[in-house]
Nanobody
């Protein structure tokens, strides 16, 4: 019932920045929480950042101080601002929406390399 479309991935050098966007097909007011997960080759998918309907955020320790999750209710969109990117941030990033079920976007590749 919920469609998610990610954008903003790409190739950047270490220390660079990217902003990921995830647009939902419904008002995000009706979504309990939205977030970003990532999966690197050979690793399990991990939570990167999450924001609840009420605006509470949480981050995996490895990105604290570098990544910021935010949302725009009017645009039904959640963002992930990624600064000071490191090679270990390289992964496919997936948008996630939590309702009575979990919904996932198609993923967007982020590559951090010199």
């Amino acid at each position: 019932q919920v469609q998610l479309v990610e954008s903003g991935g790409g190739l950047v050098q270490p220390g660079g920045s990217l902003r990921l966007s995830c647009a939902a097909s419904v008002s995000i007011f009706v979504i309990n929480a939205m977030g970003w997960h990532r999966q690197a080759p050979g690793k399990q998918r991990e939570l990167v950042a999450r924001i609840t309907r009420g605006g509470i955020t949480n981050y995996v320790d490895s990105v604290k101080g570098r990544f910021t999750i935010s949302k725009d209710n009017a645009l039904n969109t959640v963002y992930l601002q990624m600064d000071s990117l490191k090679p270990e941030d390289t992964a496919v990033y997936y948008c996630n929406a939590i309702t009575s079920r979990d919904y996932w976007g198609q993923g967007t590749q982020v590559t951090v390399s010199s």
